[in-house]
Each structure stands twice: as structure tokens, then as C-alpha cells.
């Protein structure tokens, strides 16, 4: 027993005195294409600081969560002088191509291609663009800068010329429009602290809806065009520790976003109206024992005004919130979706890990003009269990190819296979 005091006391004396200690150095060491002075920028401990290892924890989960770091480590030495503190990081490979497959809406083929470089000039900007065909063609944009200004301001650009065949769901009826939206955002971003983050940005949106074929449906304008502004908030709060494929923490999202219709909609004020978005997207992840990974996400999304149209905002969509389900088979002015699911890894050397994966997809959703009670009266509900697998690279950043096959439980259920890149949330 006396033995075990003397150990305590040793290591608490330890503990104050490298906590008494002042920061002497710091090195970052691992570094390839990120720039030494942009991690300098981001971390919080700094030379002739007094040593606080909490603070250096918080940077080691800061640097985790940049997409050009796939590992931070840390290493501390104490002298005479004080404490010399290295962080040492491995590097991700940022350039990423992407590939998803799908079937559009008339049958045919569909595909988008992208590229993005998200850690552009080794400072955390992300760059980059998409190409897809869905019956018709579309493209679009992006830029961002986090760290613009300061180590907690940046802002983002985007441009999206995007156009597609959109089914329309009246009760008993579905026809299909051409849809087109040409968007131009900027948006700024706001790191209140390590755990807070705001997004508050403007688009300008340009939309079209075109009747493809068939007879029109009584009531439902031919061709709708409009000019709108949008105007988007974001809140996140992010508390997650990361390691490699392993996530382990909370995340919630919560979007508001106004669409303000300005003109042009001549014909279809009634189904054009302006109206208030809201979404929240509440992400849990629990790691269990050593290959485990529970992940659970719980979306709620609800519209204020324009609940009559026909044309509404939340889609439900096998790449969006249901596997399994079909590729743009409904939409509605409210939804709640669980999506849960268990990933085990079953191989892992050195660059690669080999996931499995085991989930249970389910929502409802309020079909435009129905009550609010809609949602809970069992009429509109979707049940998808289903399983699938992923190839992991761990040096580069989002590099999980999945396939997961969702089986629908009920009444006019469908299955399906759902691929691609990037874990499903």
C-alpha cells in the first residue's frame, strides 16, 4: 500500500509540475503539401504558454478534423527549459475524383463524375466541380476558404446549372417536368469556437419547370419560371474524436433557409409562394470495443408556407435518406427519417480497411395539402433494413467506396442497390 502512495505521489508531482511548465518549442513534423504556418494559424497552444495538455488534446482533435490530416499525434519532452512539445501528422491525399451510379428517372442511365482538391495550396481550401447526366445534363462549381481572414472567418462560392426530370405527385397522379435551376451563392463561414460553427449565405436561383409528355393534369400549369432569392442559416455544433474510420461523438446541423420568389411566376403564384425551410440532422456515433462503429442520425425537416404545391422541397431518394427506396420516388413539406446502422471493421493493413455494414433506414413523410398529422398515422411510412460493405482507403480523405442493398418491409415495397463514395452520413 505504501508502495502505491509513493507511485501516486510521484506521478501527481509529475503531472503539476510539467502542467507549471512553459511551452519552450513547438515542431510540427509530417508535413508534405500542408503549409507549416496554416496548421501555426490553427493551433491554440503557442510558444510561452504555460502547458496545458487539454488545450493540446483540443489540437490534436482540431487537426484530425482537417480533410489534408489523416492522423495527428502528439509528443511531449520536458528539460530545464520547459516543455518542447512536436505535433506529428500524417497527410491525407486531398484530390479527390468521385463516381456515383444511379438510374434516372425515365430508366435510363444515370451518372455524375466530380473532382475536388480539399486542401487547395496547403491552407484547407476545398476546389472543385461536377458533371452530371440525368436525363439531362448539368454542372456546377465550388470554392472555399475557411480560413480566409482569420483562423475562425472564411467564405464559399458556388455556381450549379442543374437540370433533371422531376416527378410531380398529385393524390392518385405523377407526372414528370423538366426541371432546371441555375444557382449562383456566397456564403461566409464563422467558427465561434472549437465546437461551434456558423453558416450564413444568400443564392440567386433561376428555375424552370417544363411538362415533358402526356396529358397535363388538371389544375398544374404547363411551364412554371421563376426568380428567387434564398437566404440560408446554418448552425453546427461538432463534438467528435476521430480516428481513421472510427468516429466516436455528437454532431447536429440545423439549416433555416427562406426562398423569397421575386418574379416571373406568372401563372403559378400559387405554387411558387415564398416559404421557410427548416431542417435539423442530429448525428451520434459510439465506437464499440476495438472494430466497432455505431452510427445514428435522426433528420427532421418541415416547410411554413407554399404546404399546397405540388412542388415540394423534401425528396425521398435512395442517395439522400432511404436505401433501397428508388431514386427520386416521392416528395413531401415534412419528413422524419432514422437511419441507423452498425459498421465492423473485418480487415485492416496499413493503408486499407474492409468495413461491413448493417442498417435500418425508416421516415415518413406529410405529401403536400395533407395535415401535419400525416406524419404519424402510419399512411406515408418507409422501412428499409438492408447490409453492405466498404472499401477504405485511410490516407485519403472521404475514401470509403460503399455498396449497400436495402430491402423494403411492406406494402409496395422495392429493393434496391445504392452505391457510392463516402460513408452514408
Given at each position: ?15 503539476c509540475g ?7 518549442s513547438?515542431?510540427i513534423e ?24 487539454l488545450?493540446?488534446?483540443e ?9 489534408g490530416?489523416?492522423k ?5 519532452q520536458?528539460?530545464?527549459g520547459?516543455v518542447?512539445l512536436?505535433?506529428?501528422v ?10 456515383r451510379?444511379?438510374t ?6 444515370a451518372?455524375?463524375?466530380s ?11 476545398s476546389?472543385g466541380g461536377?458533371?452530371?447526366?440525368n436525363?439531362?445534363?448539368?454542372y456546377?462549381?465550388?470554392w ?6 482569420s483562423?475562425?472567418l472564411g467564405?464559399?462560392?458556388?455556381y450549379?446549372n ?9 393524390p392518385?397522379?405523377r407526372?414528370?417536368?423538366?426541371f432546371?435551376?441555375?444557382t449562383?451563392?456566397?456564403?461566409a ?14 443564392s440567386y ?14 389544375g398544374?400549369p404547363?411551364?412554371l ?10 448552425y ?10 472510427y ?7 440545423f439549416?433555416a433557409?427562406?426562398n ?5 411566376n ?5 405554387f ?5 425551410a ?5 448525428i451520434?456515433?459510439?465506437k464499440i470495443k476495438?472494430?466497432?462503429?455505431w452510427?445514428?442520425r ?15 422541397p423534401?425528396t425521398?431518394?435512395n442517395q ?8 427520386t420516388?416521392d416528395?413531401g413539406?415534412s419528413?422524419i427519417?432514422l437511419?441507423t446502422e452498425?459498421r ?8 486499407f480497411?474492409?468495413?461491413?455494414n ?5 421516415g415518413?413523410?406529410q ?5 401535419f398529422?400525416?406524419l404519424?398515422d402510419g ?7 438492408g ?5 477504405i482507403?485511410k ?8 455498396l449497400d442493398?436495402?430491402?423494403?418491409i ?9 452505391f ?6
Amino acid at each position: 500500500m505504501m508502495k502505491f502512495y509513493l507511485c501516486l505521489i510521484v506521478a501527481l508531482s509529475t503531472f503539476c509540475g510539467l502542467h507549471a511548465q512553459v511551452v519552450e518549442s513547438i515542431e510540427i513534423e509530417g508535413l508534405r503539401r500542408t503549409k507549416e504556418s496554416f496548421l501555426r494559424k490553427l493551433i491554440k497552444v503557442k510558444r510561452g504558454m504555460t502547458y496545458d495538455s487539454l488545450l493540446v488534446d483540443e489540437d490534436i482533435d482540431r487537426l484530425n478534423r482537417l480533410p489534408g490530416i489523416a492522423k495527428a499525434r502528439k509528443e511531449v519532452q520536458t528539460s530545464e527549459g520547459g516543455v518542447r512539445l512536436t505535433y506529428e501528422v500524417e497527410e491525407n491525399f486531398t484530390i479527390i475524383p468521385g463516381l456515383r451510379i444511379a438510374t434516372a428517372n425515365n430508366g435510363e442511365f444515370a451518372y455524375r463524375i466530380s473532382l475536388f482538391e480539399f486542401n487547395f495550396l496547403g491552407n484547407g481550401q476545398s476546389l472543385g466541380g461536377f458533371y452530371e447526366r440525368n436525363v439531362f445534363d448539368s454542372y456546377g462549381f465550388f470554392w472555399e476558404h475557411p480560413f480566409l481572414f482569420s483562423d475562425k472567418l472564411g467564405i464559399g462560392l458556388s455556381y450549379r446549372n442543374e437540370t433533371t426530370q422531376e416527378p410531380i405527385f398529385v393524390p392518385g397522379q405523377r407526372k414528370d417536368y423538366r426541371f432546371n435551376a441555375e444557382t449562383a451563392e456566397a456564403y461566409a463561414i464563422w467558427s465561434i469556437d472549437f465546437k461551434n460553427e456558423v453558416e450564413i449565405g444568400a443564392s440567386y436561383v433561376q428555375e424552370g419547370y417544363d411538362f415533358l409528355d402526356g396529358e397535363p393534369i388538371a389544375g398544374i400549369p404547363f411551364a412554371l419560371e421563376a426568380n428567387k432569392l434564398i437566404y440560408r442559416g446554418q448552425y453546427r455544433y461538432i463534438d467528435l474524436d476521430i480516428d481513421y474510420q472510427y468516429f466516436e461523438g455528437l454532431t447536429n446541423e440545423f439549416t433555416a433557409q427562406y426562398n423569397q420568389f421575386l418574379s416571373g411566376n406568372e401563372g403559378g403564384e400559387e405554387f411558387l409562394r415564398d416559404f421557410l425551410a427548416l431542417r435539423n440532422d442530429l448525428i451520434h456515433y459510439r465506437k464499440i470495443k476495438a472494430r466497432g462503429n455505431w452510427a445514428s442520425r435522426l433528420r427532421l425537416a418541415t416547410i411554413f408556407g407554399n404546404e399546397d404545391s405540388p412542388f415540394a422541397p423534401f425528396t425521398l431518394d435512395n442517395q439522400l435518406n432511404i436505401r433501397g427506396v428508388g431514386n427520386t420516388v416521392d416528395r413531401g413539406i415534412s419528413a422524419i427519417v432514422l437511419n441507423t446502422e452498425y459498421r465492423h471493421t473485418l480487415y485492416e493493413k496499413g493503408w486499407f480497411a474492409l468495413q461491413s455494414n448493417v442498417f435500418i433506414d425508416a421516415g415518413t413523410w406529410q405529401n403536400p395539402g395533407d395535415e401535419f398529422s400525416a406524419l404519424f398515422d402510419g399512411s406515408n411510412v418507409k422501412f428499409h433494413p438492408g447490409v453492405g460493405v466498404r472499401f477504405i482507403h485511410k490516407r485519403i480523405f472521404n475514401a470509403v467506396f460503399r455498396l449497400d442493398y436495402g430491402v423494403g418491409i411492406g406494402e409496395n415495397a422495392t429493393n434496391g442497390i445504392v452505391f457510392g463514395i463516402g460513408q452514408y452520413f
